[in-house]
């Protein structure tokens, strides 16, 4: 196996150089990008930021929440949604919170939110600088 994957060392070199110059930077972990310096203005907004985010619990009961829930999570806030009622094993509930969990993402994209299934009962909603 090793003869299938082993190159001539003459062309090993030219592939190397010309495939540093073709592909795009990788951002940050990048060899080929640049080192950037923080602003210290901005780095002092984003920790400002981060004081004010606080966690709302909601329970779910229809689509006429999501305007709700969407604005908490446009001003940083992090959602916690109680689904217990929507997902009680009825197929109309069932697809009504289907229905919901698609408006929220689709309202949300342009923030880059989070939504994840914490069990059965509890669903999160989070910002996009919250990771989990």
């Known amino acids: 196996m090793r003869s299938l994957f082993r190159r001539n060392r003459s062309t090993e070199s030219s592939e190397e150089t010309t495939v540093q110059r073709t592909l795009p930077s990788l951002g ?18 984003r920790l400002a930021e981060l004081e004010k985010v606080f966690i709302k619990s909601r329970k779910l009961e229809s689509l006429a929440d999501v305007p709700d829930i969407v604005s908490e999570v446009r001003n940083g806030n992090i ?54």
């Open 28 to 45: 940050l972990f990048s060899p080929v990008s640049e080192s950037k310096k923080s602003d210290p203005q901005h780095d002092i907004k």
């Open 79 to 132: 959602v916690l949604l109680d689904i217990s009622r929507l997902n009680d094993g009825n197929d109309q509930t069932h697809l009504e919170l289907r229905r919901i969990i698609e408006r929220i993402r689709g309202e949300t994209r342009g923030y880059e939110a989070e939504i994840a299934l914490v069990n059965d009962a509890c669903m999160i909603v989070t910002p996009s600088f919250v990771s989990f």
